[in-house]
């Protein structure tokens, strides 16, 4: 039985921007033929994450669960002045920080792939998209542990989804799309100047302030215009509301948030496409 032909591979200096259609085509090939490894890369990584820890898949509800303590305390000692929310704030604080959790994780996802892999990505050539897809499996299996037990947990606290429940993946798809957008617009900065990655928890901390995590959101002063043209804003005041069981906000803002972040991703997708031998090159350096 003879083996199918090995690819062939034929490299000029002419700029891939010179024929669009055919640089599209190639990354949605490489794509498509890149899913099983980014499926073997996954199951990898996820295997030696809870290898070796005592609480497995207690740690991703940990962040969250340590964030909702800091501001029950802070609220109710009065340090810090919350306004009325329409939920219950312990049930408002626990399933922000979750949600913003799992756009962090996907935000976080691709430079850290391409960081890992860095000796996978010197010596061997396979289709980069594989590790963009690698950090898709992985947020969203630790996603579906967090929304897995915030389900359980939320009837025992009076809380009951209903027929909004069925939104819950519309609503978690927007967080991933936009987080793996934002973080492979970063990442071939990222690779080349490791102060990016140093920077990421100070400004996703800032940005946490920005949106309605652990506020709800503003209706006066600079803070409501602010939070208003926050894109994250709807991602996280739906996802939170199709979770709870209350009504829908922000349509529109949550449809362009969207909308640009599926933009935002194709562009970056692009630009990682064209960047990624530059940066295999200086990797290998």
Not at 126 to 148: D, H, M, S, V, W
Not at 158 to 172: C, K, M, N, T
Not at 187 to 200: E, K
Request: glycine share 8%; proline share 8%.
């Amino acid at each position: 039985m003879t083996s199918p032909p090995l690819p062939t591979h034929i490299y000029t200096p002419e700029s891939p921007l010179a024929h669009p259609a055919k640089l599209w085509g190639e990354m949605t090939k490489d794509l498509w033929d890149g899913r099983e490894l980014a499926w073997r890369l996954a199951v990898r990584d996820i295997s030696a994450q809870y290898r070796q820890s005592a609480l497995g898949v207690l740690w991703a509800l940990i962040s969250p669960l340590s964030t909702t303590a800091v501001w029950l305390f802070l609220s109710t000692s009065r340090l810090v002045k919350v306004t009325d929310t329409s939920l219950p704030y312990p049930v408002f604080v626990f399933t922000g920080t979750l949600l913003w959790s799992i756009l962090i994780d996907s935000f976080n996802a691709p430079l850290g792939q391409v960081n890992a892999n860095r000796p996978l990505l010197a010596k061997i050539n396979f289709p980069r998209e594989a590790l963009i897809l690698t950090g898709i499996y992985q947020t969203l299996f630790n996603a579906a542990i967090k929304i897995g037990i915030l389900l359980l947990v939320l009837p025992f606290m009076g809380i009951h989804p209903g027929w909004g429940g069925l939104l819950i993946p519309v609503g978690i798809f927007g967080l991933v799309l936009t987080g793996t957008a934002l973080g492979l617009a970063i990442t071939p900065l990222g690779v080349l100047y490791s102060d990016i990655g140093r920077g990421i928890p100070l400004i996703t901390q800032f940005l946490m302030y920005l949106s309605p995590v652990v506020f709800p959101l503003a209706t006066k002063g600079w803070t409501a215009q602010v939070m208003r043209l926050n894109p994250l804003t709807p991602l996280i005041i739906n996802a939170r509301s199709w979770f709870t069981g209350q009504p829908t906000q922000l349509l529109g803002e949550w449809l362009l948030a969207v909308g640009g972040s599926a933009v935002l991703l194709l562009l970056v997708w692009m630009v990682y496409r064209l960047a990624m031998p530059i940066l295999i090159e200086r990797m290998s350096a």
